[in-house]
T-cell receptor
Framework: DAGITQSPRHKVTETGTPVTLRCHQTENHRYMYWYRQDPGHGLRLIHYSYGVKDTDKGEVSDGYSVSRSKTEDFLLTLESATSSQTSVYFC????????????FGPGTRLLVL | GENVEQHPSTLSVQEGDSAVIKCTYSDSASNYFPWYKQELGKGPQLIIDIRSNVGEKKDQRIAVTLNKTAKHFSLHITETQPEDSAVYFCAASIGGDYKLSFGAGTTVTVRA
């Protein structure tokens, strides 16, 4: 998975609790992305980062925040988890902007009860 | 934003036959079109991509065609094998940006 790890790989939590997912890369790529995958929707972009401390919203960003204090780590936080955020979350990285391949991590399966 | 439609949602083929998956996109500024394969429990893996300055690209049993005028692109897998069974996603760049918009996926089953 191109030097990308995600933690935890599985998590069960309760509605209303905060949750943080971590993406760690060893490729020194500048761009990092968080997606969620749901049946019938493919992969939808939540947030992305184009450098340390530089982040922006994707198409489904409500209820999520991100932080990137180091090149290698990109954190996704669910401020107050809801059942609609039950999903599989994937981190991806790319080396440079414009038409460059995105490499995906192994995913985190999150269940919000 | 970009809207990518992918068809069919499921595809069952006999081993040795060909499989074709089609995608359409809406943004005429899209210029990068990757295809990903996802096996159960794993993250998507890039299998082939095409840029807007070419109409076709081939890599062994896999080929992709692009028709920019009609805004559609297709994945062709020839001589299918059981290990080709997976979910396949198409994607299109959002304008000239580095973000991608994904299709909903096609579950391909190769029958032995």
């Amino acid at each position: 998975d191109a030097g990308i790890t995600q933690s935890p790989r599985h998590k069960v939590t309760e509605t209303g609790t905060p949750v943080t997912l971590r993406c760690h890369q060893t490729e020194n790529h500048r761009y990092m992305y968080w997606y969620r995958q749901d049946p019938g929707h493919g992969l939808r972009l939540i947030h992305y980062s184009y450098g340390v401390k530089d982040t922006d919203k994707g198409e489904v960003s409500d209820g999520y925040s991100v932080s990137r204090s180091k090149t290698e780590d990109f954190l996704l936080t669910l401020e107050s988890a809801t059942s609609s955020q039950t999903s599989v979350y994937f981190c991806a990285i790319s080396e440079s902007p414009l038409q460059e391949t995105q490499y995906f991590g192994p995913g985190t399966r999150l269940l919000v009860l | 934003g970009e809207n990518v439609e992918q068809h069919p949602s499921t595809l069952s083929v006999q081993e040795g036959d060909s499989a074709v998956i089609k995608c359409t996109y809406s943004d005429s500024a899209s210029n990068y079109f990757p295809w990903y394969k996802q096996e159960l429990g794993k993250g998507p893996q890039l299998i082939i991509d095409i840029r807007s300055n070419v109409g076709e690209k081939k890599d062994q049993r896999i080929a992709v065609t692009l028709n920019k005028t009609a805004k559609h692109f297709s994945l062709h897998i020839t001589e299918t094998q059981p290990e080709d069974s997976a979910v396949y996603f198409c994607a299109a760049s959002i304008g000239g940006d580095y973000k991608l918009s994904f299709g909903a996926g096609t579950t391909v089953t190769v029958r032995a």
